[in-house]
Each structure stands twice: as structure tokens, then as C-alpha cells.
Nanobody, 124 residues
Framework: QVQLVESGGGLVQAGGSLNISCAAS????????MGWFRQAPGKEREFVAT????????NYADSVKGRFTISRDNARNTLYLQMNSLKPEDTAKYYC?????????????????WGQGTQVTVSS
């Protein structure tokens, strides 16, 4: 069915920036709300940001608000997360997700598809 492949993770110093992406296939991208979630070792997966199918509505976790920007290019079936002013606390594996509706939610339980994740490591 739907495949999601994240890329762009890596190591960066605190204060630096990274832009990670998620390539989607197997579905109508513009009809699917998308989200970024992250999980650090020993911690639960947490909400980072979501975006509606059209890209018109976004939501961010308080911990990343003002630093991260979620966006999508529906023509290329790609989701992005621009991460600026990175902190060591941002270190985690970042997962791309999609649900079978254009309406976004911050609950990971309501997303239908998941990528395998891309590792982001921020050094101090």
C-alpha cells in the first residue's frame, strides 16, 4: 500500500540546522494528512508536527515551535521538516506518518502508515 521513506538525518552541532524529508508512494498524497514524530532511546514516541492534506493547517509541539517548520510538496509527494536552532534534546529517530484523511491530528494512534525513521543526532 503506502510506503514512506525518510531521509536527511545525520549529526549536527547544537544551534545548527537540518532538513529531513519523507517520500511517499502508493496513495494520493494531497488527500493525506502527514505528521512527524520522534522517539529517543528509552522514551515514548512523541508528536513533533503535523500538516493537513492541503498544507494549509499545521500544528507543532511546544518543544519545537518557532524552531521547526513542517511543509509538503504535493506535486512531488514529499513531506519536509526544516529544523533550526537544534538542541541536544532534539536527538531522536524521526518518523514520518500519514493517515487516510486530509485532516491532521497530533495523536500517533490515528495515523495509518509509518516510515522506518531517520536518525537525528545533535551534539553539544
Amino acid at each position: 500500500q503506502v510506503q514512506l521513506v525518510e531521509s536527511g538525518g545525520g549529526l549536527v552541532q547544537a544551534g545548527g540546522s537540518l532538513n529531513i524529508s519523507c517520500a511517499a508512494s502508493g496513495s494520493t498524497f494531497s488527500r493525506s494528512a502527514m505528521g512527524w514524530f520522534r522517539q529517543a532511546p528509552g522514551k515514548e514516541r512523541e508528536f513533533v508536527a503535523t500538516i493537513s492534506g492541503s498544507g494549509g493547517v499545521t500544528n507543532y509541539a511546544d518543544s519545537v515551535k518557532g524552531r521547526f517548520t513542517i511543509s509538503r510538496d504535493n506535486a512531488r509527494n514529499t513531506l519536509y521538516l526544516q529544523m533550526n536552532s537544534l538542541k541536544p534534546e532534539d536527538t531522536a529517530k524521526y518518523y514520518c506518518s500519514a493517515r487516510q484523511t486530509p485532516f491532521a491530528t497530533t495523536s500517533s494512534m490515528r495515523y495509518d502508515y509509518w516510515g522506518q525513521g531517520t536518525q537525528v543526532t545533535v551534539s553539544s
